[in-house]
């Protein structure tokens, strides 16, 4: 992958007016890009009926589901306010997946009424639902391949251990509960994890999958998830898309033949539509020296931005207010009341306070993984489209930190 070292101008906008405009920090997103990574995506595959399920906890502005929305995209959703958010963004229910993980069942009865497509991932569940529904509302059923994939083993989620799907060790019996209540499964679906890099772990799942699909007749679509790998650093290795594509298509279209139906292809990508659209624009409020490290303490931390902290994830930094500076080594550290290091050791053109620095990779699992934690706000988020950075949602003030508490006499 190539990082834009020199260029600051997204669509013809300058970051920095944009964080003069807006203030800091803000979340600053990129639709060009979101497009251009849709469209590369359903270029990759041919001669199958593909549907892409954008994996919305990636990224939850409702504007971001509505642009992938008018490109033609469903959503995946994992919780019932993900859903009532994708409701009000326009998508119709039956565009967008429901696929929870230890809900309560009562949860998934709200989604029923909605008439969104249930995916199921445990056999209690699957039994609750056959009892409550029968053959009346079509599932699909989360699977879990066991396959070792992702790039750290918090998003690794095919493990025998993992909390996710059911094995497919269990089939036999998953049979006999659908059997039992006549439960019409209308689609299979794996999703084994982050950061995959290669497409034969694809192609495993996938023969995986298609040899249980066998057993089931009802079938209309397969969903291989996701875990897309993305470049986060200079020189990263990505998934290969094209050639995901083109393998996956072919053996898709086999299976198809053999199962006498053409179904429809699902993929729910996260992190692949978003990730590389977002720009966190954050301003150094001191430079530290200590005995051994130079600090650059930012007006933000593991508040807004929790992948360096939760998993050591690489988050690229440019200093846009010094472009042509005299690089020195910095680490960039948070406000927060704790180690929140978001850069480590970095070559910066030379940070002085003040100064705006980009942290890339900011539209996947940013502001959607933000708190409100030592009491700050969450930042604003803009949205640049059509050449013209819009706000898209505002920053918050103290009113949204005390709205919900209740002072009671003590
Ligand atoms: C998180 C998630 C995704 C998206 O993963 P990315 O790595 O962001 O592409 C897809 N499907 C399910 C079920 C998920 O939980």
Not at 9 to 36: M, N, T
Not at 209 to 222: G, S, T
Not at 321 to 337: A, D, E, W
Request: hydrophobic share 35%.
């Amino acid at each position: 992958m190539e990082l834009q070292e020199t260029s600051y101008q997204i669509q013809g906008v300058d970051l920095l007016k944009v964080a003069e405009e807006f203030g800091s920090p803000v979340y600053v997103y990129d639709a060009d890009k979101i497009v251009k990574q849709y469209k590369r995506l359903t270029d990759a595959f041919k001669g199958v009926d593909l549907k892409i399920k954008y994996a919305c906890k990636a990224l939850t502005n409702i504007n971001i589901l509505k642009l992938l929305r008018s490109q033609g995209s469903g959503l995946d959703t994992v919780s019932i306010q993900e859903v009532k958010l994708g409701l009000e963004a326009g998508f119709e229910p039956h565009e967008i997946l429901y696929t929870p993980n230890c809900v309560s069942f009562e949860e998934i009865k709200k989604a029923v009424e909605i008439g969104v497509q249930i995916n199921i991932d445990n056999i209690s569940i699957l039994e609750q639902f056959g009892d409550a529904y029968g053959s009346d509302i079509p599932v699909c059923i989360r699977l879990n391949p066991h396959i070792l994939a992702g790039g750290h083993s918090h998003i690794s989620v095919g493990h025998i251990d993992s909390k996710f799907g059911i094995s497919i060790h269990q089939v036999p019996h998953l049979l006999r509960v659908v059997n039992t209540y006549g439960i019409k499964v209308n689609g299979l679906h794996m999703h084994t994890g982050s950061d995959i890099l290669d497409a034969q772990v694809f192609l495993i799942g996938a023969e995986l999958l298609f040899n249980v699909a066998r057993e089931f007749k009802d079938l209309e679509f397969m969903d291989f998830g996701s875990g897309f790998k993305v470049g986060y650093r200079q020189g990263d290795v990505t998934t290969d898309i094209e050639d995901l594509g083109k393998q996956i298509s072919e053996k898709f279209s086999q299976f198809c033949e053999e199962y006498g139906r053409e179904l429809e292809l699902w993929f729910e990508p996260g992190k692949f539509l978003v990730s590389e659209s977002g720009y966190f624009l954050v301003r150094s409020n001191v430079i530290k020296q200590t005995t051994s490290t130079v600090f650059v303490g930012v007006d933000s931390g593991q508040n807004h931005l929790l992948r360096p902290k939760m998993y050591d994830a690489y988050h690229h930094i440019t200093n846009l207010s010094n472009p042509n500076g005299t690089k020195r080594i910095y680490s960039v550290v948070g406000y927060i009341c704790e180690t929140d290091t978001l850069g480590y050791d970095r070559q910066l053109n030379e940070v002085r306070e003040g100064d705006i620095l980009a942290i890339h990779n900011a539209g996947a699992y940013a502001i959607s993984m933000s708190s409100n934690y030592n009491s700050r706000y969450r930042p604003a988020e803009v949205l640049i489209h059509k050449g013209k950075a819009q706000l898209i949602r505002k920053r918050e003030s103290f009113d949204d930190l005390i709205r919900n508490q209740i002072s009671v006499e003590i």
